[in-house]
């Protein structure tokens, strides 16, 4: 059976993004009650004694109070001096403040593996030969 429909599919504006996730945060809350506000920023940058960003992460609060970790990035002179595992732990603690129960972030085997698994993480997934010849992998960690 073929669904004939007139449409247009075109780049996003502002606007057709707050619709597109308006739309998908109330089809989810309709199936899943929300615990938290739908998305609470938690984004930190750390500096040196000069100011210059030496790293820093951005991530938040989901509305089932899952800690979702997008980038944690320190520079690359400042790397293996635990600056990485301090900023980890600081957005852990303000995520727990906030109620959140669970950390989640994805990485690859060329970035930071070893580090989130140093840093109590456990995988619970991994896309393989992505990019080429390389692994995504999936991780997760209890807050409580």
Request: hydrophobic content about 35%; charged content about 30%; proline content about 3%.
């Amino acid at each position: 059976m073929e669904i004939k429909t007139d449409f247009s599919i075109e780049p996003c504006n502002t606007k057709n993004i707050q619709k597109i996730v308006d739309g998908i945060n109330t089809y989810n809350i309709s199936k899943v009650p929300a615990l938290a506000d739908t998305w609470t920023p938690l984004e930190f940058v750390a500096k040196n004694k000069n100011g210059s960003e030496i790293g820093g992460v951005l991530g938040g609060i989901g509305y089932w109070n899952g800690l979702e970790i997008k980038i944690l990035w320190v520079r690359e002179e400042y790397r293996k001096k635990g600056i990485g595992t301090q900023i980890l732990k600081h957005i852990e603690e303000k995520a727990k403040e906030k109620g959140a129960t669970i950390a989640l972030l994805d990485t690859f085997d060329f970035q930071a593996e070893d580090f989130y698994l140093k840093n109590g993480y456990e995988p619970f997934g991994e896309l393989k030969n992505f990019p080429k010849g390389k692994r995504r992998i999936y991780f997760s960690k209890q807050l409580n």
